[in-house]
């Protein structure tokens, strides 16, 4: 098979939630341990970082990734959803994953897995698994599928684990209370191993100390004594996070959240550094970070490939897209586009129907102009659909047949001082970027 249809074969054939919903998902990990069996237990063969959470464990997971690469360990970054390319998921150093190693990774292994029945995520994992072995890779970060005690991402032993955040998302197979989607994210936590959390509630904290005390694993809240307490948003794209005691450090991420995320990566290198690796930093007693650690925060997405996160595409009029898809995420970006300055708003909208679709319209801003869009995906909810809810609203715009078309309508709409935002589900924003620009 060539490359487009090994991936058509692997997005067809293997039960796969990101398109299916509740169908494609597969609780437990008896597959993900035959798989790992057969495959010879890659895994041990490299040292991992594991990070799971609600929101922002991408970014997370790519910062971490980027330091421990200008740091001079050879690092493995496994996460999804992909935007427009599979092999984005799989990376070492930032370099996806080569065409000719899926390829030959279904061709060999095909017979076998197929008698399993294996989900999309499942087959994925083992593929990542076994290919950062066989590429000797020093160290991995891995990032949950799907909350974390069942994903199948969970045989691994890390060094570390992350939980940056808990809120409502994927309730039907977590649980509908924060307590219990805590106790499905808190499933990462291992015997003796460092635990770094991002942020919590009174009412989740105490599950993460129960679980950490009950593993003999050390917990550290970054929360409790933050690099940084402030971000401001840069005109050309990118984050410059301030600190009376820190200083000031520059990342090319944007977005309102990245002030959580830093403070969580910044707690999570100064464990690892505690551990032994990489450079030590003391959050507490010096203004500056090591050179290796700047210039990863600096150069995430060239360093690791990373998109959608409040991306800027286009400057006249101004194009942004992000893949903020869930309440958590858009309180964050509501406050975000509430900042931007412009003659008129364009909003390029869409969802899936199993988010709380209710709660982020009721965060959207009432004065933009809406372009509604179904995302590219069967769990997209048609585009009619969401007008009329956000009608309930007070949100008023036009449906529009693909994005395509309501990308070209939005910018000869919009003047040299508009913005136009893409966003509402990671389908838009790989959509947008696949076909849009």
């Not at 060539?2 to 609780?27: C, D, I, N, V, W």
Request: hydrophobic share 35%.
């Amino acid at each position: 098979m060539t490359y487009k249809e090994t991936t058509a074969y692997l997005f067809g054939q293997m039960p796969m939630f990101e398109r299916q919903g509740a169908s494609g998902y597969k609780e437990g990990l008896e597959n993900t341990r035959e798989l790992d069996d057969h495959f010879g237990h890659p895994h041990y063969n490299f040292r991992t970082i594991h990070v799971a959470g609600t929101n922002g464990k991408g970014s997370c997971s790519h910062m971490i990734a980027a330091i421990l690469q200008l740091c001079g360990y050879k690092t493995g970054l496994y996460t999804s959803p992909h935007l427009v390319d599979f092999r984005e998921r799989i990376r070492i150093n930032g370099c996806p994953i080569s065409k000719e190693y899926v390829v030959d990774f279904v061709d060999k292994e095909r017979k076998f897995f197929e008698s399993l029945h294996p989900s999309f995520f499942e087959l994925t994992t083992a593929m990542a698994f076994k290919y950062f072995s066989d590429m000797q890779v020093d160290i991995a970060v891995i990032e949950v599928g799907l909350g974390g005690r069942l994903d199948c991402t969970n045989i691994i032993t890390p060094v570390l684990s992350v939980i940056t955040n808990i809120s409502y998302d994927h309730t039907q197979f977590l649980g509908n209370t924060l307590g219990k989607i805590a106790n499905e994210k808190a499933g990462i936590i291992k015997g003796d191993v460092p635990v770094v959390i991002g942020e919590t509630t009174p009412g989740i904290r105490p599950v993460f100390e129960k679980r950490a005390a009950a593993m003999n694993a050390p917990i550290v809240f970054a929360e409790d004594r933050p690099a940084f307490n402030k971000g401001e948003q840069l005109d050309g794209g990118g984050t410059c996070f301030i600190s009376s005691k820190q200083g000031t450090l520059t990342c090319d991420l944007s977005g309102n959240y990245q002030l959580k995320n830093i403070n969580t990566v910044l707690t999570a290198i100064e464990q690892l550094g505690g551990l032994g690796y990489l450079c030590k930093i003391n959050k507490e007693d010096t203004a500056t970070y090591p050179a290796e650690l700047e210039e990863a925060v600096a150069n995430v997405c060239k360093l690791t490939g990373l998109k959608g996160r409040w991306q800027t595409v286009r400057e006249t009029p101004r194009v942004v897209c992000d893949t903020g898809h869930n309440a958590a995420g858009w309180q964050y970006l509501s406050r975000q586009l509430k900042s931007v300055k412009c003659t008129q708003m364009h909003i390029i909208f869409g969802m899936v129907e199993d988010k709380d679709v209710n709660s982020v319209l009721e965060l959207l801003p009432k004065d933009a102009l809406y372009y509604f869009v179904k995302p590219n995906n069967k769990r997209g909810m048609d585009e009619n659909e969401i007008r009329l809810k956000a009608e309930d609203h007070g949100i008023r715009g036009i449906s529009y047949p693909s994005l395509a078309k309501a990308y070209e309508v939005a910018m000869h709409n919009a003047g040299q001082n508009d913005f136009v935002f893409i966003g509402g589900s990671n389908y838009v924003v790989a959509d947008f970027l696949e076909n849009c620009i």
